[in-house]
């Protein structure tokens, strides 16, 4: 595999763009969020998985800047945003729903990346009747009695570890789901922002305790065909996420409502916007634009 650590031009562009890098206060968190575009334009929020944060998707909005009012942000314990005492699947939730807000979005497009697509179908459940349409990456729905609760197994967290020097933690930083990725200069990007420096030393901007008390709940079928806004589904041809080939893509296909628009990205992974960075550009807004 041919890596490719230097920036290409449209990646510095990108980041290059016009933006707003900000905070909106949502239940007394202070939430990071990353905005472009002209408030007229058609609006999208993006948000991230697991213990990732706004900066994953930031040269996506910088990319369809022109075209949508976009913003992308951190989930409370997530990147720059601050910590809570307790966190649960609305509180999530609510922290989509709060930039939604700050940003006087209407009927916004909510667009989530596995653990952010489980957060996005979770605040459709709530707040549908006001967006225009939730587009699911890489997350699947399981029929109840397939349903499994990811963080039931884990122990509670430890405290943070801290770190003499940041170059200790940018050396450790890999995907998960792990995976390789020939874009090395994203992941460079990525890594770089994923580190917080505080007295103790340097550590890892998320908070250890977010996913201490999350339950996801095995009702996500029922709420997935119950949603007063069409949904769409894109996934990597690669995925490791939920067994290509085996019951979990199957499940999702014949759960999702009828008539919503799904794309395969060709030769990506569970990361398909690392992977194919332009070419999951592409295929999203053709999907919002097919969806609004």
């Not at 006087?104 to 990346?113: F, I, K, L, S, Y």
């Not at 430890?158 to 789901?177: G, H, N, S, V």
């Not at 799904?262 to 569970?270: C, F, G, R, S």
Request: glycine residues 6%; hydrophobic residues 40%; negative net charge.
């Amino acid at each position: 595999m041919d890596v490719i650590t230097e920036q290409p031009k449209w990646f510095k562009d990108a980041l290059a763009r016009d933006h707003r890098d900000d905070f909106i206060e949502v239940d007394g968190a202070k939430i990071h969020f990353i905005e472009w575009g002209d408030k007229t334009k058609p609006p999208v929020v993006m948000v991230h998985g697991n213990h990732a944060h706004a900066h994953w998707f930031k040269f996506i909005g910088g990319l369809l800047a022109d075209k949508y009012h976009f913003a992308v942000m951190s989930f409370s314990g997530m990147g720059e945003s601050d910590w809570r005492p307790r966190y649960d699947k609305m509180t999530f939730a609510e922290d989509i729903w709060g930039v939604v807000k700050g940003l006087n979005m209407e009927n916004p497009t909510v667009v989530g990346h596995s653990f952010g697509g489980m957060i996005s179908l979770a605040t459709a459940e709530r707040y549908s009747e006001f967006m225009s349409s939730l587009i699911l990456v890489d997350f699947v729905v399981r029929k109840p009695e397939n349903h499994y609760e990811w963080y039931e197994s884990m122990s509670p967290a430890a405290p943070p570890k801290y770190r003499d020097t940041k170059e200790e933690l940018i050396q450790r930083f890999r995907l998960m789901p792990p995976q390789e990725c020939k874009n090395q200069f994203l992941l460079d990007y990525i890594a770089e922002r994923s580190i917080t420096q505080t007295k103790e030393g340097w550590r890892w901007s998320f908070d250890p305790s977010t996913y201490d008390h999350l339950i996801i709940g095995n009702k996500q079928s029922e709420v997935l065909n119950s949603l007063s806004c069409p949904v769409g589904f894109m996934y990597g041809e690669n995925t490791a996420e939920f067994d290509i080939g085996g019951s979990a893509l199957e499940e999702m296909f014949e759960l999702l409502p009828d008539s919503s628009p799904v794309v395969e990205l060709k030769d990506a992974q569970h990361h398909l916007m690392l992977d194919k960075p332009l070419e999951f550009v592409d295929e999203l807004d053709k999907m919002i634009k097919t969806l609004i």
